[in-house]
């Protein structure tokens, strides 16, 4: 049990280094941290639910970067469909072909 409490921990503290090294995606990582603790105590410890949860704050969290800039454009006076078009050319650069 300790093994694998310390595996998860060291796991998620990459996920911390990588949420300040810009190549790194860290929130992810993070979240693997969590999934991988839940599945080798078979989701005693943490539920689907608590995972669901963590999966809606990483998804937030990691594409934040992505629609705040969007809302900053608004409020900056651009219009609805440059919005529009940044967010989906940023959207579209995001997956490479």
């Given at each position: ?37 839940a ?21 937030v ?33 995001a997956?490479p072909?």
């Open positions: 049990m300790e093994a694998v409490f310390f595996t998860a921990l060291l796991i998620m503290l990459i996920g911390l280094i990588g949420c300040a090294v810009p190549a790194m995606p860290g929130l992810p990582i993070i979240w693997l941290g969590a999934l991988f603790f599945w080798q105590t078979d989701f005693q410890i943490i539920g689907w639910p608590m995972l669901a949860l963590l999966f809606i704050l990483m998804a969290g990691a594409t934040s970067g992505i629609w705040l800039s969007a809302l900053g454009a608004r409020k900056g006076g651009a219009s609805i469909w440059s919005s529009a078009l940044g967010l989906s050319a940023c959207s579209c650069s997956y072909a």
